[in-house]
């Protein structure tokens, strides 16, 4: 639990992160994170297993290419989300993910969903709607759209995940990085210079907070059931805005709080009734 909770602080800084980008667009963030996001990794991976590096990255195959092509479209997605609208709009309706992997996950895994995930799916889609509705007010509708692209695209890397959950999936972020990287090289137009402060905080970002993360993530993952790790996720998702409020005063809206307040309650009443042991877990990351 306590790896849980210091990943889970960790993620919730990457939007402060990006606020605080001084003149780096997004294809230059992308470019860069993703070289430092595969330099990372390719040293985890080393530490952990020397000369079969190779092996358990090529065991991850073709689920483990699709999976990575997901997580990097969701990144992808997700900053372009924050470009265009606030950090609570995209993270509330990005907390919607433990929905959107029970509801593919029935489709494709034939997984039961129980009555109370779907009267929190409800829940939580009114939320969205809140926000959603809030954005055409603002003009901020495209970002929000794109922040329900990046949770869906992360709840189909999930299900992958969760298919093949027997393969350790870390050098998927190995794919992800060098979709990111591709991307971000191809459409940047051969504008690599970036300030300094800039390039420091895409190393930040690559460095510590995804790779990192994603490493505890999996760790926490070893003792902690479902549930708990659902309900970690929650920390994320509400201190995010948090520190962008405090760091460059950016202040949600009225109709965010109320929306976002509709889908961490819902996502919170899925997990406490999941942590007393009602029925087997229906969601993970």
């Avoid at 329900?148 to 992958?160: G, H, L, M, P, Y």
């Avoid at 998927?172 to 390039?199: A, H, W």
Wanted: glycine share 8%; hydrophobic share 55%.
């Amino acid at each position: 639990m306590s790896i849980m909770v210091g990943e889970a602080m960790l993620v919730s800084f990457a939007g402060l992160i990006f606020r605080s980008m001084e003149h780096a667009n997004i294809w230059q963030i992308s470019f860069y994170r993703g070289l430092v996001l595969i330099g990372t990794i390719s040293l985890i991976l080393f530490l952990q297993y020397y000369t079969k590096i190779f092996s358990h990255i090529f065991r991850i195959g073709l689920p483990g290419f699709i999976a990575g092509t997901l997580m990097a479209v969701a990144q992808l997605c997700y900053i372009e989300s924050m470009t265009h609208t606030t950090i609570a709009n995209t993270v509330f309706t990005m907390s919607a993910i433990p929905f959107i992997t029970a509801a593919l996950a029935r489709i494709f895994l034939k997984e039961k969903l129980r009555r109370a995930t779907m009267v929190t799916m409800a829940i939580a889609a009114s939320g969205i709607y809140i926000m959603i509705a809030e954005g055409l007010k603002i003009g901020s509708l495209y970002g929000i759209l794109m922040a329900a692209a990046a949770a869906f695209s992360f709840s189909c890397f999930a299900v992958i995940v969760r298919q093949h959950r027997g393969i350790n999936m870390l050098p998927v972020l190995l794919i992800s990085g060098l979709v990111n990287s591709i991307v971000g090289l191809i459409l940047l137009d051969n504008n690599f210079t970036i300030s300094t402060n800039d390039l420091m905080l895409c190393i930040l970002w690559g460095a510590l907070i995804q790779s990192l993360g994603f490493f505890l993530f999996i760790l926490a993952a070893q003792s902690l059931v479902a549930a708990e790790l659902t309900l970690f996720m929650l920390l994320e998702f509400s201190l995010g805005p948090i520190w962008v409020w405090l760091g460059v005063g950016e202040m949600p809206t009225q109709d965010t709080l109320i929306g976002g307040a509709l889908v961490l309650f819902s996502v919170s009443l899925l997990t406490f009734n999941e942590l007393r042991g009602d029925a087997p877990n229906t969601t993970q990351r």
